[in-house]
């Protein structure tokens, strides 16, 4: 991969941290940021540091593996849920994860974004669907997330906060944004009397004039309340998700 590709994709992931920080989706030295580059290598954010002040020292490149092949400090915690994501994504270029207070509010009370709510997000996301609990920073994290990550672009976790991942560093950024956005606008919603879902016919209304609308975890709609809007098959046990993982990661 040519120096000045990298040299953009390094400008764009500093850029993407500072507007993490500035928009308050994290904290002190919360959050992680990653990218595929075309040499099936990732850059990461090491360990440790705020996003806000992030500068090209912080950014390390790590294997497959999780192994760090250029830079001086360790990688993320949360690396192994970054790696898994790409291995059951290969469209996925880059994942960002935050805990943006609205969001992380709605993942602490357990409740979903799994409605028919927003044309945008219907259209660009589908379903937020809601990740059981499990310890930050351990595989735990692997497993909660597994059930959704083929189907869903963004996932809320359970009591800690939201993982968002897309074609480019920018994409999956904004998909952070559109997950805060619209639970934000679900909490004043609720103050007001509770947000009212589209019907299936208006959502196939959208998707007649949206080419983007794909196979994306689908909404509940006033029509099908509490009856879509579930995850995929968990395809392993929590045995063959450990061997498949260290395989992998360890
Ligand atoms: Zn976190």
Same mark, same amino acid.
Not at 86 to 92: A, E, G, N
Not at 196 to 203: A, E, G
């Given at each position: 991969?040519? =120096?000045?590709?990298?040299n953009?994709?390094i400008?764009?992931f500093?850029?993407?941290?500072?507007?993490?920080y /500035?928009?308050?989706?994290?904290?002190?030295?919360d959050? &992680? @940021?990653?990218?595929r580059?075309e040499?099936?290598?990732?850059l990461t954010?090491?360990t440790?540091? &705020? +996003?806000?002040?992030v500068? %090209?020292e912080?950014i390390?490149e790590?294997?497959?593996?999780? $192994?760090?092949v250029?830079?001086?400090?360790a990688?993320?915690?949360?690396l !192994? =849920?970054?790696l898994f994501i790409?291995?059951?994504?290969?469209?996925?270029k880059?994942?960002?994860?935050?805990?943006?207070?609205? !969001?992380?509010?709605?993942?602490?009370?357990?409740?979903p974004?799994?409605?028919c709510?927003?044309?945008e997000?219907i259209v660009?996301?589908?379903?937020?669907?809601?990740a059981?609990y %499990?310890?930050?920073?351990t595989? $735990?994290?692997? +497993?909660a997330?597994?059930?959704?990550?083929k189907? !869903?672009?963004?996932?809320?976790? %359970?009591?800690?906060g939201?993982?968002t991942?897309?074609?480019?560093?920018y994409? !999956?950024y904004y998909? =952070? /944004?559109k997950? $805060?956005? %619209?639970a934000h606008i679900t909490?004043?919603?609720? =103050?007001?009397g509770?947000e &009212?879902?589209?019907?299936?016919?208006? @959502?196939e209304k959208l998707?007649?004039?949206?080419?983007?609308?794909?196979?994306?975890?689908a909404?509940e709609?006033?029509d099908?309340?509490?009856?879509s809007?579930?995850p995929?098959?968990t /395809?392993?046990s929590?045995?063959?998700?450990?061997?498949?993982?260290k395989k992998?990661?360890?």
């Open positions: 991969m040519s =120096m000045l590709i990298k953009k994709l400008e764009d500093i850029s993407v941290c500072r507007r993490m /500035e928009k308050g989706f994290v904290s002190a030295t959050g &992680n @940021v990653s990218v580059l040499t099936g290598t990732f954010t090491r440790g540091v &705020n +996003k806000g002040i500068s %090209a912080d390390i790590v294997n497959r593996q999780g $192994e760090v250029s830079g001086s400090y990688p993320s915690t949360e !192994a =849920m970054h790409y291995l059951q994504r290969p469209d996925v880059a994942v960002v994860h935050a805990h943006p207070p609205y !969001a992380t509010g709605f993942a602490t009370a357990r409740q974004l799994t409605g709510v927003f044309p997000v660009g996301l589908g379903a937020i669907p809601l059981e %499990a310890t930050p920073s595989l $735990e994290v692997v +497993k997330i597994e059930p959704f990550v189907q !869903a672009n963004a996932i809320l976790l %359970a009591n800690h939201v993982v991942y897309g074609s480019d560093l994409d !999956a998909k =952070m /944004e997950v $805060e956005h %619209a909490f004043v919603a609720r =103050m007001l509770g &009212n879902l589209l019907s299936q016919q208006d @959502v998707k007649s004039i949206s080419k983007d609308f794909s196979d994306r975890l909404c709609t006033s099908t309340c509490k009856q809007g579930t995929g098959q /395809e392993n929590e045995d063959d998700l450990k061997t498949y993982i992998y990661y360890l």
